[in-house]
């Protein structure tokens, strides 16, 4: 089966410094998702990547497929306190059938 | 337009009581899915149900039914529950021509 293994499993930082999250598969992806889930709440959908070497950003946050389609990494730019969360990276197997990686908590200390 | 929505947000119950976590979108996506979330285990998926009609066991089923009556509401039972059983439950629904997943809030089971 496939797993999604995220690195590292929780990260600190200064605000204002930059970060980067790591997500790799044991398989081929055939369809990345990064989401955010702020503490205590739901799921937010960030990005999503299909092809190799594809690079999407949204205000401060890049995500980026590999041309192997095995690993994808989030960087965030210049952390704010509202970027404070754990970010989960999700693939698909199947049709039907989507699983996540096991999250990186991320604190952002004012 | 409430997006997907999951009652209740908390319950407590007590081993071998059994309950139903209600999971209703309006989107009308035709995939729907529950999982649970645990500390350092990540997002785990018990069923999905990719249409009316039709369910399918996830990583993670025992323990637990599913019903999905109508295009719109997809239930989680649990007959008999157990304290492994406590966890936060997420319910999800799939638009298959963007591939996105949007989620309810959440619910946090306790079993005592």
């Known amino acids: 089966s496939q797993e999604l293994e995220q690195s590292p499993q929780s990260l600190i930082v200064q605000e204002g410094k930059n970060l980067t999250i790591n997500c790799t598969s044991s398989?081929?992806?055939?369809?990345l998702y990064w989401y955010k889930q702020k503490y205590g709440e739901g799921l937010i959908f960030l990005m999503m990547?299909?092809?190799?070497?594809e690079e999407k950003s949204h205000e401060k946050i890049t995500a980026k497929l590999d041309e192997k389609k095995q690993q994808s990494s989030l960087h965030i730019t210049a952390s704010q306190p509202s970027h404070a969360g754990i970010y989960l990276c999700?693939?698909?197997?199947?049709?039907?059938?989507?699983?996540f990686g096991t999250g990186t908590r991320l604190t952002v200390i004012p | 337009n409430a997006g997907v929505t999951q009652t209740p947000k908390f319950q407590v119950l007590k081993t071998g009581q059994s309950m139903t976590l209600q999971c209703a979108q309006d989107m009308n996506h035709n995939s729907m899915y529950w999982y649970r979330q645990d500390p350092g285990m990540g997002l785990r998926l018990i069923y999905y149900?990719?249409?009316?009609?039709?369910?399918d066991k996830g990583e993670v089923p025992n323990g637990y039914n599913v019903s999905r009556l109508n295009k719109r509401e997809f239930s989680l039972r649990l007959e008999s529950a157990a304290p492994s059983q406590t966890s936060v439950y997420f319910c999800?629904?799939?638009?298959?021509?963007?591939?996105?997943?949007?989620f309810g809030a959440g619910s946090r089971l306790t079993v005592l």
């Open positions: 398989k081929t992806l055939y369809g």
């Open positions: 999700g693939s698909q197997t199947g049709a039907n059938n989507l699983f």
């Open positions: 990547l299909q092809k190799g070497g």
């Open positions: 999800a629904s799939h638009n298959s021509g963007a591939n996105v997943l949007t």
């Open positions: 149900s990719a249409s009316e009609g039709t369910t």
